[in-house]
């Protein structure tokens, strides 16, 4: 029987818990997207049907199973070349504070939505259940269920 195996890319990730546990390790991200051209990006990983996710703990032997409803928000770092590729096409970048449970993340979200749909509140309400907020050379997929506050950080 051939080798049914998906082949991946290895991330590491910071995983936080709603209980507030943190793990930190490797996850594994399949190398091909099945809705776009190219790797599969974090966001469209974290957003897709599996519910469980392996993540192998450092140092451990084996991998452990994550239910992504009890994730907070997983951190990986941005992937080289991917830092404009989100933002190229976007049609509104906003800077934004997001509070969830205890943890504040700041940075900069994108809305690319039809004209008359670009309010911050047309984008929270999408039917995704992580978000992708970049804050420098990483990225933040929050669960939105989560997010109690989050406002639009404006220049003074």
């Not at 996850?27 to 776009?36: D, E, H, K, L, W």
């Not at 991998?63 to 941005?78: D, G, H, M, Q």
């Not at 979200?109 to 420098?136: H, K, T, W």
Request: net charge negative; charged share 20%.
């Amino acid at each position: 029987m051939s080798d049914l195996s998906v082949p991946t890319v290895q991330l590491e990730a910071e995983v936080r818990f709603v209980d507030g546990t943190v793990l930190t390790g490797t996850v594994y991200i399949p190398t091909v997207s099945a809705v776009r051209a190219g790797p599969m990006l974090p966001q469209e990983w974290m957003n897709g049907p599996p519910l469980f996710f392996p993540l192998r703990l450092h140092h451990a032997p084996s991998a452990i199973l994550v239910n992504k409803r009890e994730v907070l928000s997983l951190c990986v770092p941005t992937a080289q070349g991917e830092d404009d590729s989100p933002w190229e096409s976007a049609s509104l970048v906003l800077r934004v504070v997001a509070e969830a449970g205890t943890e504040r993340f700041e940075g900069e979200i994108v809305i690319d939505m039809p004209e008359g749909q670009r309010r911050l509140a047309d984008y929270l309400n999408r039917p995704e259940m992580f978000l992708l907020l970049q804050s420098g050379a990483q990225q933040h997929l929050i669960q939105k269920d989560r997010i109690s506050r989050m406002s639009e950080v404006l220049e003074t």
